[in-house]
């Protein structure tokens, strides 16, 4: 089936800046793209979710933004910090309950 | 609120054995699903239940196999596990009602199997 996927593997920050983690999708009967942290040793986290009528959502120092043209998907977190450090995963979802398909995932690394 | 509980946390099998994997939702949590996450193939996942029938599978053979009792539990099985078995095997829950992206998941089960 369609997944999810990711254009870089590992983003490293210096601590402050701001994180912009890329994820291109490619079921275009997507209902929902959500974002997901998942710290070592720990399940996934719920960051932030967009239902495809929407184009930005904004959260707490998060942004998501979503282009339907070129199917893409992006998370921008503002004034990184250390306890960001961890593998971000965007998700789909198509419309199935809460069946969701998982990009492969991208590591942000921030230094202090 | 308790979150998603996940029995066991570790836990390390031979081929050929089985195995099942615990999970407690979240209170007043109607749906359960599990993943198996990798590191070749990242979460992949494999079943949601939701008032003790399953409502989706994903592309998983049939040794793999769950339920859901009476109470939201979900259990998970492996039979004749095979080396690729190994993973983190991942529940998590909702509220199930309607379409969403907000899972709220476990800590996983680790198998190793040896």
């Known amino acids: 089936g369609e997944s999810v996927g990711l254009h870089l593997p590992t983003l490293s920050v210096q601590e402050g800046d701001n994180s912009i983690i890329n994820c291109a999708y490619s079921n275009s009967a997507s209902d929902y793209f959500i974002w997901y942290k998942q710290e070592s040793g720990k399940g996934p986290q719920f960051i932030i979710d967009?239902?495809?009528?929407?184009d930005k959502r904004q959260g707490q120092r998060v942004t998501v933004l979503l282009n339907k043209t070129v199917k893409h998907l992006s998370l921008q977190i503002a004034a990184t910090q250390p306890g960001d450090s961890a593998v971000y995963f965007c998700a789909e979802n198509i419309g199935r309950y809460s069946t969701l398909t998982f990009g492969k995932g991208t590591m942000l690394l921030v230094s202090p | 609120k308790a979150g998603v509980t996940q029995t066991p946390r570790y836990l390390i099998k031979t081929r050929g054995q089985q195995v099942t994997l615990s999970c407690s939702p979240i209170?007043?949590?109607?749906?359960v699903s599990w993943y198996q996450q990798t590191p070749g193939q990242g979460l992949q996942f494999l079943f949601e239940?939701?008032?003790?029938?399953?409502?989706n599978k994903g592309n998983f053979p049939g040794r793999f196999s769950g339920r859901q009792f009476s109470n939201s539990r979900s259990e998970m099985n492996v039979s004749t596990l095979e080396l690729g078995d190994s993973a983190l095997y991942l529940c998590?829950?909702?509220?199930?009602?309607?379409?969403?992206?907000?899972?709220?998941f476990g800590e996983g089960s680790r198998l190793t199997v040896l």
């Open positions: 239940y939701f008032s003790e029938t399953q409502r």
């Open positions: 998590a829950s909702s509220p199930g009602t309607g379409v969403t992206g907000e899972l709220f």
């Open positions: 209170s007043g949590h109607r749906s």
């Open positions: 967009i239902r495809s009528n929407m």
